[in-house]
Nanobody
Framework: QVRLAESGGGLVQAGGSLRLSCVGSGRTFSTYAMGWFRQAPGKEREFVATISWTGRNTYYTDSVKGRFTISRDNAKNTVYLQMNSLKPEDTAVYYC????????????????WGQGTQVTVSS
């Protein structure tokens, strides 16, 4: 398993931008597919984006396509989530997660999770 730590959350007005970072421990970070998930109050955790270990393959939930970009820098053991044109409905705790093998939109496929970072979008 890999230890993960998110940062970059905060309070932003609608239409604004934030970049989340997730740093992983260990020399095997580059072998993991990574994902971002979010959980709003009173709701289940939902998939946001996922990226292959090479960074060449990315997938997004429909509600963030064209606004969010997932990327990674394996030399820095870091995965990013650039969030633009933020909306109040993007308010949630955002989690990064790691899994072996291919990218996935299923949270149950991920074995390592960070502690989460709060994103709040005001209207």
């Amino acid at each position: 398993q890999v230890r993960l730590a998110e940062s970059g959350g905060g309070l932003v007005q609608a239409g604004g931008s934030l970049r989340l970072s997730c740093v992983g421990s260990g020399r095997t970070f580059s072998t993991y597919a990574m994902g971002w998930f979010r959980q709003a109050p009173g709701k289940e955790r939902e998939f946001v984006a996922t990226i292959s270990w090479t960074g060449r393959n990315t997938y997004y939930t429909d509600s963030v396509k064209g606004r969010f970009t997932i990327s990674r820098d394996n030399a820095k053991n870091t995965v990013y989530l650039q969030m633009n044109s933020l909306k109040p409905e993007d308010t949630a705790v955002y989690y990064c997660a790691a899994k072996g093998g291919s990218p996935s939109a299923q949270s149950a496929d991920f074995g390592s999770w960070g502690q989460g970072t709060q994103v709040t979008v005001s209207s």
